[in-house]
């Protein structure tokens, strides 16, 4: 049985007294046992929630494989390590797509990711262009080839797989209940043939892409989705905790 999981993804978004009492106000009223939650704040403010972190995780957006050096403006996950963050997203679309983080990159973080301990969220999705060309399924598993299926199979325990259409993110388009199930069903199968039917089970695969109180449940309920990675939803309390319920 795989545990739900809802993670809020802040992006680059929130004062740092907003970004303080939104974690209070889902500390306090977050009661889904059945749910495991996480959120993912800008890194400037990871100190300040990590002390009022309580059931709910308080994770980073992004973070550099090298421990130390000459590489200005960077965070290290040796780093998030050190202040007590324990959880990482890797590979989301913007940082992709933004900041040019290439395949190489991203499998250089989850292999550090996954040496210091820690639980990773690993983003993939295809662009509109891929989707209506119908390459979106080999993209997808490039992408899982290319950076994550290096890992050994008790690595890939820490390891959260989040399908994320580029064209669904933040556009209020999102992809319909079957769209993402097939292909987390796809991602699935692509994990049961590199590590078996066991590791295929029990590896949770969430959708992310204009998830909202709206239409949570009905994705929530698909057999191959086991949660979701939410971006403008999750900058309301009151609409993240719907999504947060309706995960059964
Ligand atoms: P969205 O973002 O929910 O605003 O579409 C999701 C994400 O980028 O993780």
């Known amino acids: 049985m795989?545990?739900?999981?809802v993670a809020g993804n802040w992006k680059m978004n929130l004062s740092l007294e907003e970004a303080l009492s939104l974690q209070d106000e889902i500390?306090?009223?977050?009661?889904n046992e059945?749910?495991?939650v996480i959120l993912f704040s800008p890194s400037i403010y990871l100190t300040e929630l990590k002390k009022n972190e309580t059931k709910i995780t308080i994770g980073a957006q992004n973070a550099f494989p090298k421990d130390s050096g000459a590489f200005t403006g960077e965070i290290s996950i040796a780093q998030l390590k050190n202040i007590g963050i324990h959880h990482l997203l890797i590979g989301h679309s913007e940082r992709r797509s933004l900041f040019h983080e290439e395949n190489e990159l991203l499998k250089e973080k989850v292999t550090v990711a996954l040496e210091k301990g820690f639980q990773i969220i690993f983003c993939v999705g295809e662009e509109l262009e891929d989707r209506e060309k119908g390459t979106y399924k080999d993209l997808i598993l490039n992408q899982l080839k290319d950076s994550l299926f290096h890992i050994s199979t008790?690595?890939?325990k820490n390891v959260v797989i989040a399908y994320?259409?580029?064209w669904a993110i933040g556009t209020g388009k999102t992809a319909s209940s079957d769209q993402a199930n097939e292909v987390h069903a796809f991602i699935r199968e692509a994990i049961e043939e590199k590590y078996g039917k066991l590791s295929a089970a029990e590896t949770r695969i969430l959708y992310g892409g204009s998830c909202k109180p709206e239409n949570a449940e009905e994705l929530f309920e698909q057999p191959n989705i086991d949660g979701g990675l939410i971006g403008g939803a999750s900058l309301k309390a009151n609409d993240f905790l719907s999504i947060i319920n309706a995960a059964k």
């Open 2 to 5: 795989r545990k739900k999981i």
């Open 27 to 31: 500390n306090k009223t977050y009661s």
């Open 34 to 36: 059945n749910c495991e």
């Open 154 to 156: 008790d690595d890939l």
């Open 164 to 166: 994320e259409p580029v």
